[in-house]
């Protein structure tokens, strides 16, 4: 408990003196809405992901990365812990869109660095705004980026995926745009299945793209791609 707290001090440090950085990096970024984060950003926000990463002490196992592809995609993956927030901001390249519940903007520095990378905030239980920040997500996939959805919507916290939602797969079907799975597991054994932080080992592996056309029923592409992940965390605990 004592090594947790003493991680967390440290975590919090680093997230402050990286506050100067992030404002030069909000300052000097492209300004237009859809342009990706500068390369100064995005070095320093990786940076911040990785140190934090092994300031844990995990190790984490990051496969597939050739499956990323260079147009745009949907990428969609389960989510079991914070820890997962940390290895997507370098596990697949330059930081994707990422679709984030409206609570983590109020996260004081960290709200800044999501809005260098161009994170929508989405309020699920405001029909009207989710909406809203669905038709947002087609814009930024027309514009050429790529965006990324926690299917689940929120932290398992456990071994087990959730249901998945289904705005990542009616955005894919609407815009006919490829599906990029990936799977996360070991993260919650870092901190929600304890209650502290633990060092574990944690694999992030990236599967290969999905086609998905616009005449596709969005339930049996989420139907697939849940699979297609389950599939690969039956192959991790094997």
Same mark, same amino acid.
């Given at each position: 408990?004592?090594?947790? %707290?003493?991680?967390?001090?440290?975590?919090?440090?680093?997230?402050?003196?990286?506050?100067?950085?992030?404002?030069?990096?909000? %300052?000097?970024? /492209?300004?237009?809405?859809?342009? &990706?984060?500068?390369? !100064?950003?995005?070095? *320093? $926000?990786?940076?911040?992901?990785?140190? !934090?990463?092994? $300031?844990?002490?995990?190790?984490?196992?990051?496969?597939?990365?050739?499956?990323?592809?260079?147009?745009?995609?949907?990428?969609?993956?389960?989510?079991?812990?914070?820890?997962?927030? =940390?290895?997507?901001?370098?596990?697949?390249?330059?930081?994707?869109?990422?679709?984030?519940? /409206?609570?983590?903007?109020?996260?004081?520095?960290?709200?800044?660095?999501?809005?260098?990378?161009?994170?929508?905030?989405?309020?699920?239980?405001?029909?009207?705004?989710?909406?809203?920040?669905?038709?947002?997500?087609?814009?930024?996939?027309?514009?050429?980026?790529?965006?990324?959805? !926690?299917?689940?919507?929120?932290?398992?916290?456990? #071994?087990?995926?959730? &249901?998945?939602?289904?705005?990542?797969?009616?955005?894919? *079907?609407?815009?006919?745009?490829?599906?990029? #799975? =990936?799977?996360?597991?070991?993260?919650?054994?870092? =901190?929600?299945?304890?209650?502290?932080?633990?060092?574990?080992?944690?694999? !992030?592996?990236? $599967? &290969? &793209?999905? #086609?998905?056309?616009?005449?596709?029923?969005?339930?049996?592409?989420?139907?697939?791609?849940?699979?297609? %992940?389950?599939?690969?965390?039956?192959? %991790?605990?094997?």
């Amino acid at each position: 408990m004592i090594k947790s %707290i003493f991680i967390l001090l440290i975590g919090i440090i680093v997230l402050i003196l990286s506050f100067p950085l992030a404002l030069v990096a909000f %300052i000097f970024s /492209k300004k237009g809405k859809y342009d &990706p984060p500068s390369k !100064f950003g995005v070095s *320093v $926000l990786q940076w911040l992901a990785k140190f !934090f990463c092994r $300031l844990s002490g995990c190790n984490y196992h990051i496969e597939g990365q050739e499956n990323i592809p260079d147009t745009p995609a949907v990428f969609v993956g389960n989510h079991q812990g914070d820890y997962d927030a =940390f290895l997507i901001l370098f596990a697949l390249g330059e930081p994707k869109v990422i679709m984030a519940k /409206k609570e983590v903007r109020v996260v004081p520095i960290a709200n800044l660095w999501m809005l260098i990378i161009k994170c929508i905030f989405v309020d699920r239980k405001n029909h009207k705004k989710a909406m809203a920040a669905m038709m947002e997500s087609k814009d930024y996939l027309e514009h050429g980026r790529s965006i990324l959805y !926690f299917a689940e919507g929120h932290r398992s916290k456990g #071994p087990d995926m959730g &249901p998945f939602k289904g705005g990542a797969f009616k955005t894919a *079907v609407a815009t006919g745009t490829q599906i990029v #799975p =990936f799977a996360i597991d070991g993260t919650y054994k870092v =901190f929600e299945q304890q209650g502290y932080l633990k060092k574990n080992d944690v694999y !992030f592996h990236i $599967l &290969p &793209p999905v #086609p998905v056309s616009k005449d596709d029923d969005p339930r049996e592409v989420s139907d697939k791609i849940q699979g297609l %992940i389950q599939e690969e965390l039956d192959r %991790i605990r094997s």
